[in-house]
């Protein structure tokens, strides 16, 4: 059962900070350099500062970040720059964007669950997770005892029974409301209505988890709780059993995932009579007129086995189409036929591993994932590849089915978009 619990939120105090424009931040992990650094001049007080500390003249090591991002956050609190919830609540929360011309609204709400591992229990993960950022956000929250960005989670809810009641009581409420960076308003209700928050947390109860986004701080969560509870320092009712996520209903309208294409390097300047000798043996070929033409097909055809190939040496199309992948029972012989037949395991395992690497066994494919159709033709342009593959987007059934069966997808097979904000709402874990 999913163990979902409206919570004291630090946040803050808009009446200190102005705007709330100008303290959030995207997640740490999409955030470069010189974002960071304009981050830093937005305003003193952005959670830039404590999410994604930067380097100092005269640090000793990495804890020294750590130390200072969590005196950062004390210091606030003592100012009241950030101001703990009176009551319980949980946090509606809208994100409203455009794409490809349409305008759409993602709907969900900010709670604590439960942590258990992965397999024991509700909780679904779908990507694999590394070591480095964990390491990072261990340290992290070992300074701060707070979930400082959540964790997005899909739950299914064909009959919208969770986010009603809390949709309706966010009426009474005034928002909160943020601009990013890339145009998306995001607007936050805290809704504390006792009789919703019952509603929507038994609706909850029957639910499974798959996260979406945030796995390297879920698993942080888990061992940030399970190093408390090996030292004593925490029992089972304790906050540190709980970690921040964004929970959002399967089939919300506003729920997308886009495309992640690949830009390939590392591979001889390969044309497209190349790509034809390499693939036509498992696969049907015809020439598109440009990238767009082939993304086109695509996109309205839909299907996880048709690829458009670009080889930027001759500035060639190619519109792909999978007519025998049975080597994938060899080539991914430990993984489900789900696994097996997302458009992203084909073209790693099948197109570039197995087929373009026995003619090029001396090639180390190197690459480049981008969302965006003008930097694949921005890459064509440049010959900064030897291979753009334009690949459709996995689907919310891949997600739970695959998830479902305890495996990971492999990476970059989703792009939820837009990015959750950081800095709405903290959980502290004290």
């Known amino acids: 059962m999913a163990d979902v619990l409206p919570f004291r939120a630090l946040r803050y105090d808009i009446g200190q900070v102005g705007d709330l424009t100008d303290v959030v931040c995207p997640p740490y992990d999409v955030i470069d350099q010189a974002q960071q650094n304009e981050l830093y001049k937005k305003h003193p007080c952005n959670v830039i500062r404590v999410e994604l500390n930067r380097d100092e003249p005269g640090d000793t090591g990495p804890d020294d970040r750590y130390a200072r991002a969590a005196r950062y956050f004390r210091q606030w609190q003592q100012d009241g720059v950030l101001?703990?919830?009176?009551?319980?609540?949980?946090?509606?929360?809208?994100?409203?964007?455009?794409?490809?011309?349409?305008?759409?609204?993602?709907?969900?709400?900010?709670?604590?669950?439960?942590?258990?591992?992965?397999?024991?229990?509700?909780?679904?993960?779908?990507?694999?997770?590394?070591?480095?950022?964990?390491?990072?956000?261990?340290?992290?929250?070992?300074?701060?005892?707070?979930?400082?960005?959540?964790?997005?989670?899909?739950?299914?809810?064909?009959?919208?029974?969770?986010?009603?009641?809390?949709?309706?009581?966010?009426?009474?409420?005034?928002?909160?409301?943020?601009?990013?960076?890339?145009?998306?308003?995001?607007?936050?209700?805290?809704?504390t209505d006792r009789a919703a928050i019952q509603q929507a947390v038994e609706a909850m109860a029957d639910k499974p988890i798959f996260i979406a986004d945030g796995h390297h701080r879920y698993e942080t969560g888990c061992n940030y709780r399970n190093e408390l509870l090996a030292e004593g320092k925490i029992d089972g009712s304790s906050p540190a059993n709980y970690i921040l996520m964004m929970f959002i209903g399967m089939e919300d309208p506003g729920l997308q995932i886009l495309p992640t294409h690949r830009l390939i390097s590392g591979f001889p300047e390969l044309t497209e009579a190349d790509i034809r000798a390499a693939l036509s043996s498992h696969f049907s070929i015809e020439t598109a007129a440009s990238a767009d033409e082939a993304w086109e097909t695509m996109d309205l055809d839909g299907a996880q086995t048709i690829f458009g190939i670009g080889t930027p040496a001759d500035g060639k199309w190619l519109l792909?189409?999978?007519?025998?992948?049975?080597?994938?029972?060899?080539?991914?012989?430990?993984?489900?036929?789900?696994?097996?037949?997302?458009?992203?395991?084909?073209?790693?395992?099948?197109?570039?591993?197995?087929?373009?690497?026995?003619?090029?066994?001396?090639?180390?494919?190197?690459?480049?994932?981008?969302?965006?159709?003008?930097?694949?033709?921005?890459?064509?342009?440049?010959?900064?590849?030897?291979?753009?593959?334009?690949?459709?987007?996995?689907?919310?059934?891949?997600?739970?089915?695959?998830?479902?069966?305890?495996e990971r997808m492999p990476p970059k097979s989703t792009y939820f978009y837009p990015k959750l904000l950081s800095g709405l709402v903290f959980n502290p874990l004290t």
């Open 83 to 191: 101001m703990r919830e009176q009551d319980d609540a949980l946090y509606v929360y809208h994100q409203e964007f455009e794409w490809e011309g349409r305008t759409y609204v993602r709907k969900g709400f900010f709670g604590r669950l439960k942590l258990e591992e992965f397999g024991k229990g509700c909780v679904y993960p779908h990507e694999q997770t590394l070591s480095g950022p964990k390491k990072d956000r261990l340290s992290l929250i070992r300074a701060c005892q707070t979930n400082l960005s959540p964790v997005f989670g899909l739950y299914p809810d064909e009959e919208g029974r969770v986010q009603a009641p809390l949709e309706t009581a966010a009426l009474k409420v005034t928002p909160l409301v943020a601009q990013d960076h890339l145009g998306v308003t995001h607007r936050m209700w805290p809704v």
């Open 320 to 406: 792909i189409r999978a007519a025998d992948t049975s080597p994938m029972k060899t080539l991914a012989a430990d993984q489900s036929d789900d696994w097996r037949g997302l458009g992203v395991s084909i073209l790693h395992r099948m197109i570039v591993d197995h087929l373009l690497k026995s003619r090029y066994p001396q090639a180390e494919p190197a690459y480049r994932f981008v969302h965006l159709m003008d930097e694949v033709r921005s890459a064509m342009a440049d010959r900064s590849c030897q291979v753009a593959i334009l690949v459709n987007p996995a689907r919310i059934s891949h997600v739970r089915d695959i998830s479902a069966h305890l």
